[in-house]
C-alpha cells in the first residue's frame, strides 16, 4: 500500500462495465451457485431436500435468462450478440479457449441449457408442466443434468471473476483471487436467495433450511478469507481503495454482508440471532456491494493527460 | 534567410516568435538543425512549445528586446573571439557600412540623454490629422560624411514610406533636378541621365575602423552601457542565461559556423518593433551571418500568402513591388518628381524608372504614352497614414464612410470596443468571408449591444456579407514567409453562392469602369483608363461562373512585351523605361516567363543529398533567389568562406558569351554556385565602380548588398528610418517601470498615438499601480488569428475550446486564484473575462529590483463560432510604431482579479 | 505477410503542434468531441485529454518545472502501440480485432459487438467505444492508406518528423541512432519504449523515444498481455470451487441423523 510506483494497470481506461455487468455478476453467480447447491443437493442430500432441488433449478434458469438479457443489453451493438458465438464473416463457431468472455459466453449458453432441462426436469416432477420428452424425468437423465450442470454452475460463479482479471485494468487485474473470491460470493449469495425464497414460499423442511444456514455461513467464512486474500494480493493497486469504495468494501461489503450475517447466525448478536431472512438479506446485499465496489473502484481509474486519476 | 535554410544553422535563435506555435511547419528545419547538433536558443517572456524545443530559454519580459539584443553587441564588440578571429574583422570592414564616416552634426542617445540630434515637435496635417506622432525628427544630421562635400547626404534606402514624417524622407529630398518646371514636359524614353544627376561623391571612409566617427565606433559608444547587469536589470533575463545565450551565438558565428535568428509579429507589434529588428540586423552583420547559408534574420510572415499581400500590395504606402506611394506629402507632383525623389544613384534600386514605368504600363495600357508620362497623373496619391488605426481614427469621426472588410476581423482587432465604435458610424459595410464573424455580426450581437450599452437601431450602417470561398477551393498563388511564390490548384468546389476575392473585385471593377464611362472629370480618367480585362477565354470555365482567369493576372503581375502580350519577360533585367514592357511588379518579374511556363507551379525539390536550394520548387522572388545578399558567402577574394558554409562562389575561368548587344567579348570569370547569385554575374571580386556608373555600374566586387545605395550592410542606419540610425532602448507606452537606461527618455520620441484625446484609447501611466502586471498577446498553434478559419472548424476548436489567461503560480497565489477559475482582467481601455491557467511557464520577473508579474492571453477569441471567448484585444491600445504604423500589441499593462 | 510497419515516434522533436490529431480525425472522419465545444481541460495544453474511441491520436503535454522557467514541457503524441502480441486480440471474443499484413493492429468495425474486452485488456488505455458505430475503435495505421502504398495522415502531417513511419526494423535502427546520439549529448534518461522485440508485449510497431520514465508520459512501465492472468486467476477458482464443493458436500450431504429424523417421522417432504 505504501509503494509510491503507480501500478501499471493504472494507465488504462475503463471498459464502462457498469450496472448491467454489475447486476449480470450478481445475478449470474447467484444463477450459477443455485445450480451447484442444488446439484449438491440433488446428488448428496436427502430426498426431503428435493424441493429446494427444484427451487435451485428453477433460480439457476431464470437467473440464467436474466443473465443472457443483461450481457445482450450490455452490449453497444446487442443485435450483433451471435458474434460471440458464430464467426459473422465465415460462419465457424466462434471460441476462443483463453479468452473468459469467450468461453463464458460458451459456458453461459451451454449453463442455459441444463438449468432449462433442470427446470424442465423439476417441472415435470412437480406437475407444473406436461410437454417435453419423457426421459427428463428419468434418474439418470437428472444425475447427468446435475453434474454437468453443477459443474457449469460452478464455472458461471467464478468466470466472471477471471473475465475481469484477465484484462489491465486496476483491481481486477492485480489480484488472482478474483475468481475464487465471486465463486465464493455466488454460492454464499444464491444460499441466502435459497433460504429467501425457501422460507418466503415454505419450500423445504428445516433441516434442509438448517444445511443452507450452515453451508452459507461457511462460505460467508471463506469469503472473509478471500477478500482478505484479495486485498492483500492487490499490493499497490489496493490504494483505489482509500476512497468511499474502500469504505464500502468494509462496512457493506465485509461489516454488514458478512461479519454481522455471520456473528446473528453463530448467534453472536443475541437479540438477532433467530433473524434468517435478515441475516440472507444482509449477504445478499453485500455479495450485490463486492460487485459494485470491485467494478465501479476499477471504473473510476482512469488517465486524464499523462495523469493517473483515481477515486 | 529561409525556412529550409536554417537545417544548415549551427545555432538559431528565435526571439520575438513562437515559431514552433505559429509556424509549425517552417519548425521543421531548426528541428533538422538540432538533429545535426545546432544548438537552439528561444528568448521569449512565456516558456512555450517553441521553448520546449530549444535548448536555451531565456526569459525576458515582453518589450525589452533592444536591450537585450544591445547587450549581445556590445558582448560581441569586446569579446576576445571577435577581436581576435581575422573573420569577422574583414567581413565587416568589406561588407557592412562600420568604416563609413557620419556626419560631425550627428548626436547618439549617449550625447542627448535618450534622443538623437533632430527631434522636432510634430504637427499633424489639416487634411488628415491622423498620422498621430508624438514627435519627429529631422534627419539632415545623420547622413554619412561626403567624401568631397560636407553635410549633404548620400543616398537613402529605397524602402517605401508614406512620407508623413519630416520632408527629407525621400533620397534626394534637398535637390530635385527638374522638378517644378511648370508645364509638365513628356516622360524621357531613358532615364539614365536623369539617374546620373542625382549622383553625389561618395562617403568617406576608414577600413581602420579607428575614427571615432565611423559607424563602427558609434554603434560600440551606443551599445556600451548594455552589459549583461544593465540586461538583468531591465529585462529580467539572470545574467547567467544571458551570457550563455551570448557565448552560444558568439561560439556558433565565424567562418565555418552562421547562426541565424527568427523573428515574427512579437518584434513588429511595439512602438519601437522596427528597431528591434534592426537591431537584429546589426548584430548579425556584426557576426558576419548574412548573406550566407545558415546565417541571416527569417522574417517568419503569416500563412500562407501575408508576404504576398504586401508584395503585391495591401500595404497603403506602397505600390507593387515596394515602390513608395505617390502621396502628396512628398515631391510626388510629377513622375519625373517622383522618380527624382524615390531613385538612388547606386545600387540596383537606381532602375526604378524602368520598374515605375512598367508598372503604370500595367496599370494604364495603351493610354500610358510619354506624352502624358505614362498617366502617372492619373494614379491615386495618399494624403497620409492610412494604415489601419489611423483609418479607424478617422472612421470614428465620421471621415471613413464605407469599408470593405476581407480577411480581416476588425470587431476583434486592437482596443475592439473602439473599432466597433467607429464601424458603427460607417454609412455602409461590406464584410466578404467565410463565416458570419464578428465583424459581420457586430451590429447586433457585439458585447455593448448585448449590455444594452448601444440600440441596434441607433446604428445607420448598411451591411453586406458576401460569402466567400476557402483557399482550397480556386486556383492561385501563395507567397509565403521565403519570398517564394507557389501555385496552387482547386481541390473542391466552393458550396452555395461562395465567391472567390479575385471574382469581387474584378467585377466591383468593372461596375466602377462602367460607372465612370461617360465621366469627363479629370479624376475620373484614372478609372477610365484603368486596363481592366481578366476574363477567361472562351471555352474555358470554372464552376464560378465569370471568374476572372488568375493566370492573366499573374501574367500582369510577373510583365511581358508591351507590342506582343504572349512574350512574357524572363526577369527585371529586361524591363525598360521607354514603355516597351508592361510589369505591375518587379520583384515578381519572370515568375511567368513564357505562356506555357508558370514557375510558381514548379514542384521539383532537389535530388536527395545533394547541396542546392531547390531551385526548382516554386518561384522566389527576386529573380528565384533564395539567399539575399548572398554575395557575403564568399569571402572579398570570392572564394567560399569555407567549405562548410560554401553557396555562392568566383570562378574566375567560366567563360562568358560576348554582349548581346554590341557583340564585345565579355572577360571570362562569373559569380557561381548552389543559389542564384544575388549580384552582377560577371562583376569581379576585385572590379571597381565606374565614375560614371549608375547601379550596379556605381558599385564595386565588393559591395555584396546590392539593393544598398553604398552596397554595404547597414550597422549604422543614415536614412529610411524615421526614429533614429541606431537602436536604443526605450520602454513601451505602457510599462511597470522607468527607461533604467535613459530615465529622461521613457518611449520611443517618435511613436504614434493615435486618438490620444480621446477616452476611449488612454494609457497606463509608468508604474500604474491599477495596473501593475505585464500583459503579452499571442496566437496558438490550435487557432488562426482572429479565428474565422478555426474557430467555426470542430476539429480546430475542439483543441482549444476556450479562452484563458497564462499566469505564474506567484501571482495566482496572492490572487487566490485556481487553475480554472474565472479571472477579470482589466486595462484603461475595457475589461474582460477568461479562465486561469495557471503555469511556471510565465512567471514573476525582477525587473530592477522591482517583482514584476508577467501574464499572457491568446487573442483569438470573439463572439461567435463554435468556441467563443472574450475579445482579448479589447484590452490593446491604439499606439504604434512610427515607421510602420503597427500597433504595440505585445507589451502592455494590466490587472487581474478573481471573478 | 508483408514487411511489419509501424511508428517511431521521436517525443524529443514533437512541437505539440496537434496537426496529427487533425489529420487523423480528417482522414478518418471522426467527429470532434461534444460537437467541437469541450470545456478547457486545464490539463496544460492538453484539450484532448486521452485517446477515444473517436480520437485516435493525442498529444500530450507534461510540464516539469520546478519554479517559473525552470524546467522542461514535454510533449508526446500517443497512438495505438501495435503490440506484436496485443492484449485486445487475445481477449476479444468476437473475432473483430485482427492482425494485418503490415503485423498492424486492426479492429473490424463490422464485426465488433461492443463488448468492451479490448478496452479494459489493452495495457495502454488506447481503445475506446465510437458512440457513432457503437464499436470500440482505434487508429488502425491507416490501413486503407497502406493498403494503397500511401503513408498514415499523421505522420504525412508531422511538420517536424516526431512521428516517423516505415518498416520497423529500419525505424529501430534510426531510433537507436537517435537515443546514442541523445545520450551522447548528456540525456542520461533517454530510452526506447517499445523497441525491444524481446521486451514486453513482444515489442510494440508503435515505439517511442522518451527522455522521463515511461511513467511520466503515462504510460506502464512494463505493459502486459491480459492472458498473464488466466492461470492464476483460473487456478484460484478451481481452488474455491474445490473447497467450496468440499464445504457443500459436508454441509449438504446427507447426514446419519438426518435419516434417522427422517424415517422416524416418515412423512413426505413439504411441497
Redesign the interface.
Known sequence: MGDR??P??????????TWWIVFYFFIGGIAGGSF??AS??YL????????LVRLGYYVAFIGAVISGVLLVL?????L??W??LI???TGNP?F?S?????VG?WGLLLFGLFAALAALSAARE?ERVRWGPGFVVGSAFRTVVAIIGGVLG?FLA??T?????????PV??DS?????????SA?STAAATLILLARRR????E?SLG??A??DK??LV?ELV?IVAFLITLGAAARVFLSVWGALLVLGVIGAGIVLPLAMGMGWIKRWSSRPVMAATLVLVGGFLLRVVTLLSSEQV???????ITP | MYPRNLEHSDCFVIMGSNM??CH??A??WP?KA??NGAKLIHVDPR?T?????CDI?A?IRAGSDIAFLGGLINYVINSERWNTDPFFREYVVNYTNAATIVSDDFKDTEDLEGVFSGLVQYTEKPEWPYNAFVGSYQPASWQYKSARAQGQGEQVAPTARSGEQAQAQGPNAAQSPGAGQGAQAPAPLNWDSVVRSLKKPPAQRDPTLQNPRCSFQITKRHFARYTPEVVEQITGCPQAKFLQVAETLLQNSGRDRTSAFAYAVAWTQHTYGVQMISCCALLQLLLGNIGRPGGGIMALRGHAAIQGSTDVPTLYHSIHGYMSHPTTLKKHDTLRDFITTETPSGGYYANLPKFMVSYLKSFYGAAATPENNWGYDWHPKIIGDHSHMAMMAAMEEGKVKGMICVGQNPATSLNGSSQRAAMRKLEWMVVKDNWMTETATQWYSAPEIKNGDVKVGDINTEVFFFPSTQIAEYDGSFTNTQRMLQWHFKAADAPGDCKTDTWFYYHLGKRLKQAYANSSAARDQGWKNTVWDYDREPGTSTEISDEPDELKILKEIAGFQTADPTKHLSGFGELKDDGSTTCASWIYCGCYPAPDRNLTARRTPDPPGAPGAHLNWGWAWPANRRVMYNRASADPQGRPWSERKRWIWWDGSAPNAPNAQTGAPTPAGKWIGYDVPDFALTKAPNAQPRPDGIGLDAMSGLDAFIMKPDGKGWLYVPSGLVDGPLPTHYEPVESPVQNLLYPKQQTSPVYKHWAKAKNYNQVAKVGDPNYPHVITTYR???HYLAGAMSRW??????????L?IEM???LADEKGIR??DWVKIKTPRSEIRA?A?V??????MNIGGKRVHHVGMPWHWGWEG??RGDVVNDLTSWVGDPNVSIHEGKAFLCNVEKD | MAEAMGFFTDTT?C?????C??AC??WNQL?????????????????????SGTTWRHV????Q????????????SDVCKHCVQA?CI???????IIRTEFDTVVI?S????????C???????????NPVS??AQKCTLCYDRMSVGLEPACSKAC???SIQFGPIDELRQRAQR?LE?LQSQGETKAQLYGADPEGPVGGLNSFYLLVDEP??????????L??R??A??????V???A???A????????RRS??V??SERGGP???
Open positions: 510506483r503507480v501499471d494497470t493504472f494507465f488504462t481506461t475503463p471498459p464502462e462495465w451447484f447447491i449438491l443437493l448428496f442430500g436427502r430426498i426431503n431436500d428435493r424441493p450490455d452490449l453497444h451493438r446487442p450483433r450478440f458474434h460471440m464467426e459473422s464473416n466462434m476462443k483463453w479468452t473468459p468472455m469467450s459466453s412437480e460452478f467464478g468466470y471473476g477471471v473475465l475481469l482479471s484477465v484484462t489491465n485494468r481486477w487485474a488472482p483471487m478474483l475468481g475464487a473470491l465471486f465463486l465464493i454460492a415454505y419450500i423445504g423442511d433441516i444445511k443452507l450452515e453451508f461457511s462460505a471463506l478471500a482512469h488517465i486524464a493527460g499523462s495523469r493517473v | 514552433a506555435e509549425p511547419v519548425f521543421r528541428m538540432k538533429m516558456f512549445r517553441t521553448s520546449a524545443n530559454h526569459p496558438l498553434t490550435e472548424l470542430p476539429w480546430l476548436a475542439e483543441l482549444m475550446p476556450e484563458f505564474g503560480r506567484a487553475n480554472l479562465k491557467l503555469t511556471d511557464r510565465i512567471g514573476v463554435l468556441s | 522533436v512541437i505539440g503542434c496537434k496537426a490529431e487533425v480525425k480528417s467527429p470532434a468531441r461534444e460537437g467541437g465545444q469541450p470545456e478547457l481541460s486545464g490539463i496544460s495544453y492538453d484539450n484532448t485529454v486521452q485517446l500530450k503535454f507534461i510540464e518545472f520546478d519554479s517559473p522557467y525552470n524546467g522542461r514541457w514535454l510533449m508526446m492484449g487475445e481477449v476479444c471474443p468476437t473475432g473483430a473490424q463490422d464485426v465488433c459487438n461492443g463488448c468492451r474486452a478496452i479494459a485488456g489493452c495495457p495502454f488505455g488506447v481503445i475506446d467505444m457503437g464499436t511538420p517536424t518528423d537517435r546520439q511513467e511520466v508520459y503515462g504510460l506502464p512501465s512494463q505493459p502486459k491480459p492472458s492472468n488466466l492464476s486467476s483460473a487456478a484460484g477458482s481452488v474455491g470451487a473447497v467450496l464443493g464445504v457443500g458436500l459436508v454441509t449438504l450431504r446427507k438426518e435419516e429424523a427422517e417432504p413439504r411441497a
